[in-house]
């Protein structure tokens, strides 16, 4: 069965089911005061489809690990790396359908889906010093736009990840800290973020279509100029167009990707390290191990020895 099973964090009860393309996924749901419920995702699914209501509300998400991809037009589109953040105000006119996808199979992630006017009152009647002010908060991350995405900073990235780590275990009322300091980051770290240049759907297409065809040359090199020359395009056009679509490089993102690639092999796999080395396009398990240390600050052996430990570690919290 090919569908994402919600949970409430709290009581471990099963309340929904979400149909997703493939694979599957869970999603534990922490309501942590009014208007504020923070969700801890866990998914193995290439993507699915959502719809949404009107509402004064945002919703919060933040990338742990894989890749997260949205399209909410040809002209809308956000894409988060590990330490990326997305801030959107869904309202019922932007962003009312949108398709999420996951080009590693894979993801977890934190979301806080906030609705404003109730998390504003419960703040001011328990919390008055510590109450958010949204309409700033709202200023400070969008600036008049309906979405951002883009890196969350140290700051912000400590507290969501203390949220990915705490919320099985955490109460409620640290958890409501926790919320509350993210809350004062968000609404006074400075954001700064380039103009949203428009990238048409034909385009889009384009850029998806080079993707996919650096992802499957793994073993050659695949030059720029040959690229846009197939393609009746100019090199600084199409290396801006992929920028604007998937934030680097293209080379940056292809070698990003691959180590990705191997982390949930490594991960998930017996498969051994020369073979996976090989698998992401490198000549040697030496270099390899360089690349996936520089990027992860641990060797592949170390890491597939910690995925391992941590899946233990889970399987027992869920049985107990």
């Known amino acids: 069965m090919t569908e994402i099973q919600v949970f409430d964090g709290f009581t471990g009860k099963r309340i929904a089911s979400n149909p997703c393309f493939d694979g599957g996924g869970r999603m534990d749901c922490y309501s942590l005061f009014d208007g504020v419920t923070a969700m801890l995702i866990r998914l193995e699914t290439h993507g699915f489809e959502e719809r949404r209501s009107p509402r004064d509300g945002l919703e919060i998400n933040f990338c742990v690990s894989g890749r997260f991809e949205s399209s909410f037009s040809p002209r809308d589109q956000a894409a988060l790396t590990p330490g990326d953040m997305s801030v959107n105000r869904f309202d019922g006119v932007h962003g009312a359908l949108s398709e999420s996808r996951f080009p590693l199979g894979y993801y977890e992630g934190v979301c806080l889906d906030v609705n404003c006017a109730s998390a504003a009152r419960w703040m001011a009647e328990n919390v008055p010093p510590l109450a958010t002010d949204f309409a700033r908060l709202d200023e400070n991350l969008l600036g008049g736009r309906w979405y951002f995405a883009g890196s969350a900073g140290p700051r912000c990235e400590h507290v969501f990840r203390e949220f990915f780590e705490n919320l099985p275990y955490a109460g409620r009322e640290f958890l409501r800290l926790k919320t509350l300091e993210l809350f004062m980051l968000l609404e ?5 973020e380039a103009a949203q240049e428009y990238c048409s759907a034909e385009q889009l297409r384009l850029i998806r279509h080079l993707r996919d065809h650096l992802l499957d040359n793994r073993s050659s090199y ?10 009746h395009i100019s090199v600084t056009q199409l290396q801006k167009l992929f920028r604007q679509v998937y934030g680097m490089p293209m080379y940056h993102y292809v070698r990003e ?12 796999s017996d498969r051994r390290v020369v073979e996976i080395a090989l698998n992401a396009g490198y000549d040697s398990a030496s270099k390899f191990s360089e690349a996936f240390k520089k990027r ?12 391992i430990a941590a899946k233990k570690r889970n399987n027992i919290t869920k049985t107990e």
């Open 188 to 192: 006074n770290v400075p954001r700064v």
């Open 222 to 231: 695949v030059s720029l100029a040959h690229l846009a020359k197939e393609h």
């Open 257 to 268: 990707y691959r180590l990705e690639q191997a982390a949930v092999e490594l991960s998930s």
């Open 296 to 307: 992860y600050h641990v060797t592949p052996s170390a890491f597939r020895t910690a995925a």
